[in-house]
């Protein structure tokens, strides 16, 4: 258990279905951040909180939509997705933004995502 | 652009000690962590460098060369449980705090 929660764990959806992933910390972090893991690929960085306010997006297709309410909740909002966007979404928090010894990231288990 | 290698997979024996290394060219450095993924987990943190030399932790300890664009993960008295995927991160510097992930390195113990 790494203080960071994300549900679900798994879910299927088809490609002119609207789901939301959501992520919840309890480690007091400022900043979190949504990842994507594809088979095969390197671990990419999608969108990054910091403080409640989204400072980066990754050339991030439109179809993701990501929420942050408070510091404590992320949620990434999906809409018309595409089968080649099947992939581990990780979220993570870490108690700073920018890199430094307090930028480790914390992540969740992960959301694993099979769009049909 | 941004650009990370390591070895795909290794294999080791139980007790005995292995090196994982990670080259990168990146626009900027600002940091390389190595991070931890067992099968179906969530990464975990391991060590954090930004100056030349070595971080030792435990049973592991990283080391970092930013003229070369070099570092290693090394793993001493290997465990079964040590089997996992390590990942190299590098930041740039510059405004962007976009980490560039490694694909990553599949470590295997056996007895």
């Known amino acids: 258990e790494t203080g960071v929660t994300q549900t679900p764990r798994h879910l299927v959806m088809g490609m002119t279905n609207k789901k939301s992933l959501k992520c919840e910390q309890h480690?007091?972090?400022?900043?979190m951040y949504w990842y994507k893991q594809s088979a095969k690929k390197p671990l990419e960085l999608m969108f990054v909180?910091?403080?409640?306010?989204?400072?980066e997006n990754n050339s991030v297709p439109s179809r993701f939509s990501p929420e942050c309410p408070n510091s404590s909740h992320l949620f990434l909002h999906l809409h018309t997705l595409q089968p080649e966007d099947s992939a581990l979404y990780l979220c993570?928090?870490?108690?700073?933004?920018?890199?430094?010894?307090?930028?480790?990231?914390?992540f969740g288990q992960g959301t694993r995502l099979t769009v049909v | 652009g941004q650009n990370i290698d390591q070895p795909t997979e290794m294999t080791a024996t139980e007790g005995a000690i292995v090196q994982i290394n990670c080259t990168y060219q990146?626009?900027?450095?600002?940091?390389l962590f190595w991070y931890q993924q067992h099968a179906g987990e969530a990464p975990t943190f391991l060590s954090y460098?930004?100056?030349?030399g070595l971080e030792e932790k435990g049973r592991f300890s990283s080391f970092l060369s930013r003229s070369k664009g070099y570092s290693y993960l090394l793993l001493k008295e290997l465990q079964m449980k040590d089997s996992a995927s390590y990942l190299c991160?590098?930041?740039?510097?510059?405004?962007?705090?976009?980490?560039?992930f490694g694909r990553g390195t599949s470590l295997i113990v056996h007895p």
């Open positions: 460098n930004v100056l030349d």
């Open positions: 993570a928090s870490s108690q700073e933004f920018r890199a430094s010894s307090n930028t480790e990231a914390f």
């Open positions: 991160a590098v930041f740039p510097s510059g405004g962007s705090y976009i980490p560039t």
């Open positions: 990146t626009s900027g450095f600002n940091g």
């Open positions: 909180y910091n403080f409640k306010e989204q400072t």
């Open positions: 480690l007091g972090h400022n900043a």
